[in-house]
């Protein structure tokens, strides 16, 4: 089983800024990796795929980078839209797993 | 509208046993695979089980392999996901999604409470 980690666990950012969010897989997923944004009460929506694809509607502030075990989630001039919890994950085979999160907080 | 809406939680005695079912509407269901992804409360997310798109093709998590068991019927496009007996740390909010590589759509989820 890959083991993906999330870092940091938090990350206190004002409105503007700019935030980074890192994933790290235990093992090579190539360039088979999601990220999702999910807020309170609601399901997971998909940002970026394959690295850095966004996603259909996702905002260029968003972008992906990365490959092999090391990956990137930026958020780019930060809006209040933004804060909400992050999570990455591969499919590059099975079992599917996830990160623990990163959640972008208000600084 | 691409829709997927999850039905069957509740609340459930240890050892119990509950059917979840995920109704797709929107596209064409018979050519997707399709997963359940679970969260337990306040905790992240955990992938259970993968049905391929003709049902032949079944992958699960080990933590769930033996007591859950995923289904479709392209018919109704519908989804389910059979559970046995439950446990304590089997309580989350159980979430469908559409999988074509990666998931991309998810439905709202639906609660199972395991406790006695």
């Known amino acids: 089983e890959i083991v993906m980690t999330q870092s940091p666990a938090t990350q206190s950012v004002s409105p503007g800024e700019t935030a980074t969010l890192s994933c790290r897989a235990s093992q090579s997923v190539s360039n088979n990796l999601v990220w999702y944004q999910q807020k309170p009460g609601q399901p997971p929506r998909l940002l970026i795929f394959r690295t850095s694809t966004r996603a259909t509607g996702v905002p260029v502030r968003f972008s992906g980078s990365g490959s092999g075990t090391e990956f990137t989630l930026t958020i780019s001039s930060l809006q209040s839209e933004d804060f909400a919890v992050y999570y990455c994950?591969?499919?590059?085979?099975?079992?599917?797993?996830f990160g623990g999160g990163t959640k972008v907080e208000f600084k | 509208e691409v829709q997927l809406v999850e039905s069957g939680g509740g609340l459930v005695q240890p050892g119990g046993s509950l059917r979840l079912s995920c109704a797709a509407s929107?596209?064409?269901?018979?050519?997707?695979?399709m997963n359940w992804v679970r969260q337990a409360p306040g905790k992240g997310l955990e992938w259970v089980s993968h049905i391929s798109s003709s049902g032949t093709t079944i992958y699960s998590a080990d933590s769930v392999k033996g007591r859950f068991t995923i289904s479709r019927d392209n018919a109704k496009n519908s989804v389910f996901l059979q559970m046995n007996s439950l446990r304590a740390e089997d309580t989350a909010v159980y979430y469908c999604?559409?999988?074509?590589?990666?998931?991309?759509?998810w439905g709202l989820g639906t609660m199972v409470v395991v406790s006695s």
């Open positions: 929107g596209f064409t269901f018979s050519n997707y695979e």
């Open positions: 999604a559409r999988d074509w590589g990666f998931t991309d759509i």
């Open positions: 994950q591969h499919y590059n085979n099975w079992p599917l797993t």
